[in-house]
Structure formats: structure tokens, C-alpha cells
Nanobody, 121 residues
Framework: QVQLVESGGGLVQSGGSLRLSCAASGRAFSRGAMGWFRQAPGKEREFVAT???????FYGNSVKGRFTISRDNAKNTVYLQMNSLKPEDTAVYYC???????????????WGQGTQVTVSS
């Protein structure tokens, strides 16, 4: 069983930056994809970014150009650098890992507990 633990969330003003980390424990996950999703109150969980085992990255339209996902397979850790944050980025951010459809929440088998990101105006 893979356990994922997010960290780095917090409160930041509009235009600021945060860097989220997600550490995996239990088993190595170097051949799977890891991704970030977010969920705001009253909304469904939204795809943010994903990175495949070989380093290919993909982003949701709302964050591309502002967010960067990276992965350190040796450490079983994925990062999300968030720049130029906007109030609409406010959500609980979840780290996920899996072997399925990288664009869908159903493609991931393991999820972290989430970390709150709040962007004030």
C-alpha cells in the first residue's frame, strides 16, 4: 500500500507562490504516474497536473504557464511549484499516484490527505 503525504500548503496573497511536496512511502512508484488534483467547495475534483514515470508533463488549461510539476523517482516525491497564484486557485490540493488514465481521477489508485491552499485578493 502506497501512502502519500502532501505538504507546503498555506495562505498566500494573489500573485504569490507556493511549492507543494508529496512524499510517497510504502513502495517505490517509479513506473507510475503522479499527479495533482484540486477541489474547491461545491466543485468536483479538478485535474491540475501530472507527470509520467519517464518525465512527461501535462497541465490543466487553468494552470499552464503558472504551475510546474516535477518528480524525483529516487525519493518517490512529486512537487508542484505554483506561481502567480490567483484567488480561483483556492482549493484543497491532492497528490495522487497510479497506472491508469492520467487525465482522470479514476486513473489513480492512491491519494494523499490533501493540503489547503488559500489565495487572498
Amino acid at each position: 500500500q502506497v501512502q502519500l503525504v502532501e505538504s507546503g500548503g498555506g495562505l498566500v496573497q494573489s500573485g504569490g507562490s507556493l511549492r507543494l511536496s508529496c512524499a510517497a512511502s510504502g513502495r517505490a512508484f517509479s513506473r507510475g504516474a503522479m499527479g495533482w488534483f484540486r477541489q474547491a467547495p461545491g466543485k468536483e475534483r479538478e485535474f491540475v497536473a501530472t507527470i509520467t514515470w519517464n518525465g512527461n508533463t501535462f497541465y490543466g488549461n487553468s494552470v499552464k504557464g503558472r504551475f510546474t510539476i516535477s518528480r524525483d523517482n529516487a525519493k518517490n516525491t512529486v512537487y508542484l511549484q505554483m506561481n502567480s497564484l490567483k484567488p480561483e486557485d483556492t482549493a484543497v490540493y491532492y497528490c495522487a499516484a497510479g497506472y491508469g488514465n492520467i487525465w482522470s481521477v479514476r486513473g489513480y489508485d492512491y491519494w494523499g490527505q490533501g493540503t489547503q491552499v488559500t489565495v487572498s485578493s
